[in-house]
């Protein structure tokens, strides 16, 4: 199937979903910024199993229409490959191969080291549900799986820092909250019971002021001897009297 046969077959695809009243409504189509990402489930062709948007849902993924015999998508795919291990994880990325024919995807895809699930779009149904006309087209999901930006080839020459933004904006909207625990909210006085108890339980300051040396102690009076009492055999004894002289 030419190139040119793809993208009359697009169009006819996007006239038919809109005429049919479908989830779209008359002012967007599938694939535009603002809409849910079309799903998809198919078979990875790099042994990554099957590649699935729900799969990964709750995760801010990048989404690559791309073809073999593309030039641009070389550099597309690399630089997408270094943002996703820049990430560490954080995001994801999925390869969608719109050739003819799946051989030589995979080839490919090693050749460019290429280490995120690389599928091949059969009779390029997932094209025509994203409504994609341009290679490479490269479409950047939230969190929630809604179309939050887009870049095709005549838009863009080099996207690669503004998907980084992109990707680090969204990246930063879907991180949770961190509510106040009220046990931090009590932090500063727990903190300051502990301290006092640390006090307490320590009698030695860590830095305690010298003692006041004690005043001189004043010199013990001096007291008078006491007479001592006479005893009874001092008593007896006493003095002698003197002899009555006779005569």
């Keep these: 199937m030419s190139f040119l046969r793809t993208h009359v077959l697009a169009a006819l695809s996007v006239l038919s979903l809109v005429a049919c009243g479908g989830a779209i409504g008359s002012s967007q189509t599938p694939g535009e910024v603002g809409t849910k990402a079309p799903s998809f489930t198919m078979q990875s062709l790099n042994g990554k199993g099957t590649v699935s948007l729900n799969g990964i849902a709750g995760k801010v993924t990048v989404v690559e229409f791309w073809a073999?015999?593309?030039?641009?998508?070389?550099?597309s795919l690399v630089d997408l490959e270094e943002l996703r291990k820049?990430?560490?994880?954080?995001?994801?990325?999925?390869g969608i191969a719109v050739d003819d024919t799946p051989r030589g995807v995979e080839a490919f895809a090693k050749a460019?080291?290429?280490s995120f699930p690389i599928a091949w779009d059969e009779n390029?149904?997932?094209?025509?549900?994203w409504s994609v006309t341009e290679m490479p087209a490269t479409f950047v999901l939230d969190g929630k799986g809604r179309i939050r930006f887009v870049h095709e080839p005549e838009k863009n020459k080099d996207p690669a820092e503004l998907i980084a933004r992109e990707v680090a904006q969204l990246g930063e909207e879907n991180a949770p909250s961190e509510p106040k625990s009220?046990?931090?909210?009590?932090?500063?006085?727990?903190?300051?019971?502990?301290?006092?108890?640390?006090?307490?339980?320590d009698p030695t300051p860590a830095a305690a002021a010298p003692a006041p040396e004690p005043p001189p102690a004043a010199a013990p009076a001096t007291e008078e001897p006491k007479p001592r009492a006479a005893t009874k055999s001092a008593?007896?004894?006493?003095?002698?009297?003197?002899?009555k002289k006779k005569g």
């Design 68 to 75: 073999t015999w593309c030039e641009p998508c070389k550099k």
């Design 86 to 94: 820049k990430s560490g994880g954080s995001i994801e990325v999925i």
């Design 112 to 114: 460019q080291g290429l």
């Design 124 to 129: 390029h149904s997932m094209m025509f549900r």
């Design 182 to 201: 009220p046990v931090a909210a009590a932090e500063p006085a727990a903190t300051s019971h502990v301290a006092l108890a640390t006090a307490v339980a």
């Design 235 to 243: 008593a007896k004894k006493g003095v002698a009297k003197p002899k």
